[in-house]
């Protein structure tokens, strides 16, 4: 896990990151809190850790709630078996929920886990199980003085509820546990993830947090919030969409924004879908390079 902190490190440094705010899920929940544990807190405003394997997996004498060892000998040996079909067997089964009675198992989900997972290097693979299963971050969460959100389904079949969220959240010095009943482990995907979206942009938000909010169309988890939370925006805002969206008119988004607040700037564009990257007619028919114009005087000059 050391690896993974450091290289989180020279990422953030190379970037010269201030004031990020870091989300992990799962393991990365555990490189998050160890990120700050190990480095510090100079570049971070605030975290959140979904579903994450914060303070121990493993059962040991101190962590009587913890997983037997032989779980995770059992996912290496899995592993090295037969990759393809652990990886296959994994968000198929526990990681969504999807062997839960009544829950419809999503192929396409399923499928993109599989992919990414194969994407992946096996021995990578291999020690990641050691490291997330068996790294202590007891004292990481302790140093940590940043607010951090935890997040975490109380059906997580993975890293259960009970021996996690809410103990890393009591180790904390600001630490907020919010519990999502019936959420699995894969909740930022499966289960109604905007809210999951939503209770991320409903935590507490300082404006030395973020500098510069774009809302898109099709960005769900900012686009789809409620009036009283995008008045709340205390920060220079840009907002690109387009005047023929059907699915989520311009009218809708653009009052809550403009009350009042000469630094939140609506570049309308007549005409236009708000997804003009994606649309399956081609980048030409939407004319993205508007867009992008957009996004660039806003860099330049709207939101500086």
Known sequence: MDHYADDLAALTAHLDLKNAVHVG????????????????????????????VPPLMVKTAANPGGLPKEVFDGLQAQLAANRSQLYRDLPAGPFYGFNRPGVKASEAIIQNWWRQGMMGGA???????????????????KEITVPVLVMH????????????????????????????KGFPHGMPTQRRPARV????????????????????????????????DLKKFDVPTLIIHGDD???????????AFLQ????????????RAARPVLDPQG??????????????????????
């Open 25 to 52: 899920h799962s393991t990365g929940g555990g490189e998050v809190a160890h990120y700050l544990g190990r480095h510090g807190k100079s570049r971070v405003a605030k975290a959140a850790l979904i579903s994450a």
């Open 123 to 141: 021995k990578a693979h291999y020690d990641g199980i050691v490291a997330f299963s068996q790294t202590d971050f007891t004292d990481d969460l």
């Open 153 to 180: 389904g109380d059906d997580d079949q993975i890293v259960p509820y009970a021996d996690a969220g809410p103990l890393s959240a009591k180790l904390l010095k600001n630490g907020t546990l919010k519990t999502y």
């Open 197 to 228: 979206h939503q209770g991320l942009i409903e935590a507490p938000i300082r404006k030395a947090a973020t500098r510069r909010v774009f809302a898109f169309g099709e960005m769900r988890g900012i686009t789809r919030v409620r009036e009283e």
């Open 245 to 255: 969206d059907s699915d989520r008119p311009d009218r809708r988004l653009r009052p």
């Open 260 to 271: 009042a607040d000469q630094e939140r700037t609506s570049r309308g564009l007549q005409g």
């Open 283 to 304: 980048p030409g028919r939407r004319r993205p390079p508007g867009i992008h114009q957009g996004l660039a005087l806003a860099l330049g000059r709207v939101l500086q």
